[in-house]
T-cell receptor
Framework: QKEVEQDPGPLSVPEGAIVSLNCTYS??????FMWYRQYSRKGPELLMY????GNKEDGRFTAQVDKSSKYISLFIRDSQPSDSATYLC????????????FGKGTHLIIQP | DVKVTQSSRYLVKRTGEKVFLECVQD?????MFWYRQDPGLGLRLIYF???????EKGDIPEGYSVSREKKERFSLILESASTNQTSMYLC???????????FGQGTRLTVV
C-alpha cells in the first residue's frame, strides 16, 4: 500500500462550482498536511498547511484533516478557470529534516 | 517571499555526459531537497541536505550524487546521464522543522 493515495483525475467542473480534492494516507506519524498547486511546466506552490486534525480556511480555499480516518481534503469555492492546475497533497511527520511525502496529484480543469 | 532558483529551465544532454543541476535559495534555509517528477509517479525524493556538506539519500538516489558547499546552494549531479533520467527535476528548501517547503521552477532534463 502506497503511503499517500490521490486520484489523478482529470477532474473537470464548470466555473463557479465547489471543488473537492482528497487524499488518504497510511502513516499515522504524519502531523503536518500541505496542499500545493502546480501549473503546467512550473514548480509546486504552497497553498495551505494544517497541523493535526481540523479545518483551515484561506479565502476561497478550505483544508480539512481527519486523522482518525487518515483523510484530508481541499475545498475550492467559486472555482475559477485560473484554478485549473494540478493539486498535490503532501505530508510530514515533523521534528526532522526529512522530505515531504507527496500524493501523485489531481489534475483539475475548470471549464469557463 | 522565499526564492528558490534553479539554474536552467530546460536542458538536453547526451547519454553518458556528466550533468550538473544547480539550485540556490535566498532565505538561509537549513534544509534543501532534490526531487524528480514523472507522470504517474509523482514527486520522488532523490537526496536532501540539512546542513553544509551534509547529505542524506532519499527514496531514489541511484545514479545521482549531490554537493552542498555553501548553505544557499545545493547541486544535483548525474555522473553518467542515461535516458531513464529524463525527467522534471525540482529543488526545494525548508527552514528547520517547519513543514513549509518552497520549490524552484523546475528543470526539464532530456537525455538523448
Amino acid at each position: 500500500q502506497k503511503e499517500v493515495e490521490q486520484d489523478p483525475g482529470p477532474l473537470s467542473v464548470p466555473e463557479g462550482a465547489i471543488v473537492s480534492l482528497n487524499c488518504t494516507y497510511s502513516n499515522s506519524a504524519f502531523q503536518y498536511f500541505m496542499w500545493y498547486r502546480q501549473y503546467s511546466r512550473k514548480g509546486p506552490e504552497l497553498l495551505m498547511y494544517t497541523y493535526s486534525s481540523g479545518n483551515k480556511e484561506d479565502g476561497r480555499f478550505t483544508a480539512q484533516v481527519d486523522k482518525s480516518s487518515k483523510y484530508i481534503s481541499l475545498f475550492i469555492r467559486d472555482s475559477q478557470p485560473s484554478d485549473s492546475a494540478t493539486y498535490l497533497c503532501a505530508m510530514y511527520p515533523g521534528g526532522g529534516a526529512d522530505g515531504l511525502t507527496f500524493g501523485k496529484g489531481t489534475h483539475l480543469i475548470i471549464q469557463p | 517571499d522565499v526564492k528558490v532558483t534553479q539554474s536552467s529551465r530546460y536542458l538536453v544532454k547526451r547519454t553518458g555526459e556528466k550533468v550538473f543541476l544547480e539550485c540556490v535559495q535566498d532565505m538561509d534555509h537549513e534544509n534543501m531537497f532534490w526531487y524528480r517528477q514523472d507522470p504517474g509517479l509523482g514527486l520522488r525524493l532523490i537526496y536532501f541536505s540539512y546542513d553544509v556538506k551534509m547529505k542524506e539519500k532519499g527514496d531514489i538516489p541511484e545514479g545521482y550524487s549531490v554537493s552542498r558547499e555553501k548553505k544557499e546552494r545545493f547541486s544535483l549531479i548525474l555522473e553518467s546521464a542515461s535516458t531513464n533520467q529524463t525527467s522534471m527535476y525540482l529543488c526545494a528548501s525548508r527552514q528547520g522543522q517547519s513543514p513549509k517547503a518552497f520549490f524552484g521552477q523546475g528543470t526539464r532534463l532530456t537525455v538523448v
